[in-house]
């Protein structure tokens, strides 16, 4: 499952909330050379790296997809996305649209969610009230959230982050529509029983 959105969207906290009820849910720990926020903690929010050793880790081939986003590259590293496929272990991830769209097209079982706010003001908002950007940095998010929303068709489903819970509930519910699908059981076991 792959859930992007705007900076400020609060998908952070929606997927940190998620985890803590699907404990089984692995999650896929992104590479950053971004520099660590006040309360982020090495190996959980991020590996913190810095770009050279990033350059060197992406011409070896360790990442599935990476970009550059607001002057900072990210990163979704390759070993243990394969590893959690093979074992056929659910996973989250959350990476921006054009990492998300790359992940589908390497994995077309892919769920890919959108989470948005209900308007541009609530965003502003959000960014500004976090307090961990800077102008210039809340500046470029902003933009590059108004080039991401023109690609959510090519997300299979929109949830508008209007209340935790509420937004919660509806990932939940796209978690446990997704499970029942036939197109994933696997071959030569029974279907589970209701
Ligand atoms: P932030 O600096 O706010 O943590 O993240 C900035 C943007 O980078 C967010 O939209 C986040 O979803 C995205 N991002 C985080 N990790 C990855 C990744 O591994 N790959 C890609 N393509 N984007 C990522």
Redesign the pocket.
């Known amino acids: 499952m792959v859930?992007?959105?705007?900076?400020g969207s609060g998908?952070?906290t929606l997927v940190f909330e998620l985890r803590k009820i699907e404990p089984k849910l692995a999650y896929?720990v992104?590479?950053?050379t971004?520099a660590p926020?006040a309360g982020?903690i090495e190996g959980v929010?991020?590996h913190f790296i810095q770009r050279p050793e990033f350059e060197r880790l992406a011409a070896q081939g360790e990442?599935?997809?990476?970009?550059e986003?607001?002057g900072?590259l990210?990163?979704?590293?390759k070993h243990f996305v394969e590893e959690c496929m093979r074992s056929g272990r659910d996973l989250i991830?959350?990476?921006?649209?054009?990492?998300?769209l790359?992940?589908k097209r390497r994995f077309p079982s892919a769920v890919l969610v959108f989470l948005t706010v209900p308007s541009n003001e609530v965003l502003e908002r959000r960014l500004a009230e976090r307090g961990?950007?800077s102008q210039s940095d809340r500046a470029a998010?902003l933009a590059?959230a108004q080039r991401?929303a023109a690609q959510v068709r090519q997300y299979d489903y929109l949830i508008i982050n209007d209340t935790v819970e509420a937004a919660l509930g509806a990932l939940r519910s796209v978690l446990a529509a997704e499970r029942l699908k036939t197109a994933r059981l696997v071959q030569g076991e029974p279907a589970p029983t209701p």
């Not at 991830?93 to 998300?100: L, Q, R, Y």
């Open positions: 859930v992007s959105g705007p900076s998908k952070d896929s992104s590479v950053t971004r926020r982020e929010h991020y990442f599935l997809e990476s970009r986003y607001a900072n990210y990163g979704t590293p991830m959350k990476p921006e649209v054009s990492g998300a790359a992940i961990t950007d998010r590059i991401e």
